[in-house]
């Protein structure tokens, strides 16, 4: 499995971004999919999941800005991040998982700054 993420960059506060992550097969093999992040000298933590039914979740600080969605017929997982705050600088991970086994893709920096 082959995860590709893509779409990071510097953006001012305030500005949004469209992180994608393309996935080598079809995603609807997965039980679900989604987006980390972990800023330096801090842990990893969930931004957004999407399951293969359609269910979502968020991480608490970004509710009401970032929106997860995917295109199963491109097999890709997009994140839509707007009213983006300094806080949110750090890496961005796509995940996907099936049953016990997770699959990581390479990081998308996110910085923002003014």
């Known amino acids: 499995v082959q995860l590709q993420a893509s779409g990071g960059g510097l953006v001012q506060p305030g500005g949004s971004l469209r992180l994608s992550c393309a996935a080598s097969g079809t995603i609807s093999r997965f039980n679900g999919m989604g987006w980390y992040r972990q800023a330096p000298g801090k842990q990893r933590d969930m931004v957004a999941v999407?399951?293969?039914?359609?269910?979502?979740n968020y991480g608490d600080s970004v509710k009401g800005r970032f929106t997860i969605s995917r295109d199963n017929a491109k097999n890709t997982v997009y994140l839509q991040m707007s009213s983006l705050k300094p806080e949110d600088t750090a890496v961005y991970y796509c995940?996907?998982?099936?049953?016990?086994?997770?699959?990581w893709g390479r990081g998308t920096q996110v910085t923002v700054s003014s």
């Open positions: 995940n996907a998982f099936r049953g016990i086994a997770s699959y």
């Open positions: 999407i399951s293969s039914g359609g269910s979502i």
